[in-house]
């Protein structure tokens, strides 16, 4: 198989005026691609940053990062992923604990004194990247002379390091080797046949569709992919059901990706099933999807949902669906998210360790070259889980308590303590609500320093916009008199949802007295 290195270098065969990327209206040709990339590459090179260099990248869904893709992952260097839906005192917090060589973001971004001057103290050499242009903000220092980088790159070379909550741990950054990536888009070609452009020309064919924010690893994936194989492709800067469905008929594609908060947006909005006539599937997994959500959207759309179920720790998807598979199977197997892909193997065990028989739901763990020790030894996961006599996998809810929000972990903790850190608070709780479109939305409830006081939700909420990253905020912060503990201390979570009943029913009559 093609490696991914290779399958970058074959990019420079592609004619320059080739349209290879689309945002709203327009298209970058690989031209402009190609030129930014050298560019970032010589400046990079410049300052020591070669094969094996770790640098940093705000990950925006534009145009700059996927030149800063091809530039770092073509020579062999490694991508550290900075989220840029984080509050910016988060983001630099990220940064300076990844400690990478050189990073790349936006102006605006490097605007930021906080981000700057972190970067300065952390002796990192950082470059605003807009449009073609690329311009030094810091100066080389001896701490960053002093680094030392490997020589080479071997297919144990970490190739991307993502920070993540992750589902097989507490949140890490995780680092996905070269071997991970390739073994990933081996087994996703494995399962859908899909093949690299050698049949085609180069940036030629169905234009594909990146919906999902590439800090993401499902939006990150599928950037890879398409480069891999060569495929223009639309990248939205976010997703809209406007923006989804005009980039699906205006290019026609046989396959796009949903979320599921995605899938329920196009049913709410009641898009015209001529405007979706083209597809012939929808994948969805960044967090469980509701099969009756999926039948749903058949029902509506005559489009199968092909579920699929991975996490970043395995670079990508490690289960799913197929077309063929679903017609075949849906019927009797609705609620699973499919059979393993080529290479993987899953089982489910018991907290001790013992493997559960087929049928019987225990923690699954994950063996195949996409973990992180390539051994193929176990990796156990915090879903729980189980497997049938016909290979179908079905994910029967998390051994933790993390909170999935639209495809985004949020934990309880973090927020929690996010908001202890106000001064009015003397301590906070968070749980996760059902939530029709999104899955699960975070809920707090706050126990005040002053019972007498008066504080108002609005302004807890504009407080956790500068600590914590927008779907992280809860949804509604309520307030009570005191946490509800039980012997242990812990916060009672029965008498708490009870307390929390008792509140939007209080609000509720208030609402209908006053005419509201």
Not at 20 to 31: K, L
Not at 78 to 90: D, E, G, W
């Amino acid at each position: 198989m093609t490696s991914i290195r290779e399958a970058l270098a074959r990019l420079w065969e592609a004619d320059d005026d080739a349209a290879m990327i689309q945002q709203g209206d327009s298209w970058f040709t690989w031209g402009e691609v190609r030129t930014l990339a050298e560019t970032l590459d010589t400046e990079l090179a410049g300052a020591g940053c070669g094969e094996g260099s770790r640098i940093g990248v705000v990950l925006d869904n534009r145009m700059e990062s996927i030149a800063a893709l091809i530039a770092i992952l073509g020579q062999g260097r490694t991508v550290i992923t900075l989220n840029p839906m984080q509050p910016v005192a988060r983001l630099t917090a990220d940064m300076t604990g990844a400690r990478p060589s050189a990073v790349l973001a936006s102006s605006a971004m490097w605007n930021e004194p906080l981000f700057r001057s972190a970067a300065v103290v952390g002796g990192m050499i950082g470059f605003a990247v807009d449009g073609s242009q690329v311009v030094a903000t810091t100066e080389e220092t001896p701490a960053m002379n002093a680094r030392s980088e490997p020589d080479s790159v071997t297919t144990d070379a970490v190739g991307v390091e993502m920070f993540t909550s992750g589902t097989t741990g507490p949140p890490k950054r995780i680092p996905l080797t070269w071997r991970q990536l390739e073994a990933a888009l081996a087994a996703v070609h494995g399962h859908t046949g899909a093949a690299g452009p050698d049949d085609r020309k180069l940036l030629s064919g169905r234009v594909a569709l990146v919906t999902l924010p590439i800090v993401h690893i499902g939006g990150l994936w599928g950037v890879l992919q398409n480069l891999a194989e060569a495929r223009p492709f639309v990248l939205l800067p976010r997703f809209t059901v406007g923006g989804w469905c005009a980039a699906v008929k205006e290019h026609r594609p046989k396959v796009a990706g949903l979320p599921p908060a995605g899938i329920r947006a196009v049913l709410s909005a009641d898009i015209p099933a001529e405007d979706l006539s083209s597809l012939r599937a929808i994948t969805a997994g960044t967090t469980f999807v509701n099969p009756d959500l999926a039948d749903e959207f058949t029902a509506k759309y005559g489009i199968p949902v092909l579920i699929m179920y991975g996490a970043t720790e395995f670079s990508g998807a490690i289960a799913g669906w197929t077309k063929p598979m679903h017609a075949q199977w849906w019927t009797k197997k609705r609620g699973s998210v499919g059979r393993e892909m080529p290479g993987v193997s899953l089982r489910a065990v018991a907290e001790d360790g013992t493997i559960l028989p087929l049928g019987e739901s225990g923690r699954l763990e994950v063996s195949s070259s996409q973990t992180g020790n390539g051994k193929h030894e176990w990796v156990r996961t915090s879903d729980l889980g189980h497997l049938d006599e016909d290979g179908f996998v079905y994910i029967d809810g998390r051994a933790d308590d993390a909170i999935i929000r639209g495809g985004f972990k949020v934990h309880p903790e973090t927020v929690a303590e996010a908001l202890r850190a106000h001064d009015a608070i003397l301590d906070a709780t968070v749980y996760g609500r059902d939530d029709e479109r999104l899955g699960k939305v975070p809920v707090a409830v706050v126990e005040l320093r002053d019972s007498t006081a008066k504080v108002v939700e609005d302004e807890l909420k504009a407080f956790c916009r500068n600590q914590l990253t927008a779907y992280e905020i809860p949804v509604r912060i309520y307030t009570v008199a005191e946490l509800p503990r039980s012997v242990s201390l812990k916060v009672d979570r029965r008498r708490l949802l009870e307390m929390v009943s008792e509140i939007e029913e209080s609000e509720s009559v208030s609402a209908i007295a006053s005419g509201r």
